[in-house]
């Protein structure tokens, strides 16, 4: 098979498929008597395989994978599978306790300490975080305390409690500052219930895609393999 011919099953140009096998995707592939590349189906496979597992991994990680099934290392290629299991399954957890979390704190506000809003000293004790951290969130806009009058110390009532409390578990999830205020801003807006359910909900949806984009990797990769495997 010419470039041209792996390239047109996954609409790509000839030039991306040589690019992979100068990469290392494909394995280095023989030079008819003109000097133009042949392939074979293990080179078409090994494109699969490569497509495949980009979905769930991401490219650097795919390539790496290929690389080392081409070189013969599959203690490599599966061991940097099985890390993204890991991640996944991890990922998982964290979204299970911040649903059990967030849902919980949504839905009742917790009250202060002694019946009055905390110093940013008393919140970050009771977040177990630094007090530099909360006046980061305050910047990103992810907290709103308000402002003693006479003293112009910030304060933090039980709503701006619970938004410290659910920036923490989602921060612990992984998610950038940004994506932590964008969600608190909507959850804000719709007044905490919808934008939770789908906040939630697309996070669900996520881990579920990648799940299958895993395994269907994995599929490509073994039929690789078992081409390989063949004299």
């Known amino acids: 098979m010419r470039p041209i011919d792996l390239?047109?099953?996954h609409g790509l140009s000839a030039q991306a498929v040589r690019n992979y096998e100068d990469a290392g995707i494909l394995p280095p592939a023989e030079r008819g008597e003109t000097g133009y590349r042949?392939?074979?189906?293990?080179?078409?496979?090994?494109?699969?395989?490569?497509?495949?597992?980009?979905?769930?991994?991401?490219?650097?990680?795919?390539?790496?994978?290929?690389r080392a099934t081409n070189r013969g290392d599959t203690e490599s290629a599966y061991r940097l599978i099985d890390a993204a299991h890991v991640e996944l399954l991890a990922e998982r957890d964290t979204r299970a306790e911040s649903?059990?979390?967030?849902?919980?704190?949504?839905?009742?506000?917790?009250?202060?300490?002694?019946?009055?809003?905390l110093t940013v000293g008393e919140l970050a004790r009771r977040l177990g975080v630094h007090p530099a951290t909360l006046r980061t969130w305050e910047t990103e806009g992810i907290l709103r305390p308000e402002r003693d009058r006479a003293t112009g110390y910030r304060q933090y009532g039980p709503d701006r409690v619970r938004d410290a409390e659910i920036a923490r578990q989602l921060r612990r999830g992984g998610y950038p500052l940004r994506q932590v205020a964008r969600f608190l801003e909507s959850l804000r807006a719709a007044g905490g219930a919808d934008a939770l359910r789908?906040?939630?909900?697309?996070w669900q949806d996520r881990l579920a895609r990648r799940g299958r984009d895993l395994?269907?990797?994995?599929?490509q990769l073994d039929a690789y393999l078992t081409l390989l495997d063949q004299p």
């Open 215 to 219: 395994l269907a990797g994995a599929a």
């Open 7 to 9: 390239a047109r099953e």
């Open 38 to 66: 042949r392939y074979t189906p293990r080179h078409a496979q090994a494109l699969r395989a490569f497509l495949a597992l980009r979905r769930g991994h991401g490219h650097q990680q795919a390539t790496e994978i290929l």
């Open 198 to 202: 789908a906040f939630l909900g697309a």
């Open 99 to 117: 649903a059990t979390a967030l849902g919980s704190l949504s839905a009742t506000p917790p009250e202060p300490i002694g019946g009055r809003p």
